[in-house]
């Protein structure tokens, strides 16, 4: 079993930054493919970005340039920079283990936290 702890969400200005944080329970964080999803309102659940235990990204095309994932495998938690926010970038940010890419999607989720980008 793995516990995902989300942090960081909140409101920002279009054109601003916030940086999303993942804590994770576990020994074997290092092993697991970890990601974000986000669901925007009205919208099914969307991959974002993911990293695997081998240090490959992967970044939903709208994304791209603007977005950073990142881990820290000695503090068992995964990063979410996102820079240049956009309305449309206003989710629910979810974290995710044992993300499988192709499939988009994941075996753990964390309960969320709240983007809201104003225009």
């Known amino acids: 079993q793995v516990q995902l702890v989300e942090s960081g969400g909140g409101l920002v200005q279009a054109g601003g930054s916030l940086r999303l944080s993942c804590a994770a329970s576990?020994?074997?964080?290092?092993?697991?493919?970890m990601g974000w999803f986000r669901q925007a309102p009205g919208k099914e659940r969307e991959f974002v970005a993911a990293?695997?235990?081998?240090?490959?990204?992967y970044y939903e095309d709208s994304v791209k340039g603007r977005f950073t994932i990142s881990r820290d495998n000695a503090k068992n938690t995964v990063f979410l920079q996102m820079n240049s926010l956009k309305p449309e970038d206003t989710a629910v940010y979810y974290c995710?283990?044992?993300?499988?890419?192709?499939?988009?999607?994941?075996?753990?989720w964390g309960k969320g936290t709240l983007v809201t980008v104003s225009s």
């Open positions: 576990g020994r074997t964080f290092s092993t697991r493919n």
């Open positions: 990293m695997s235990s081998g240090g490959g990204v």
């Open positions: 995710a283990a044992e993300v499988q890419v192709v499939a988009r999607t994941a075996n753990y």
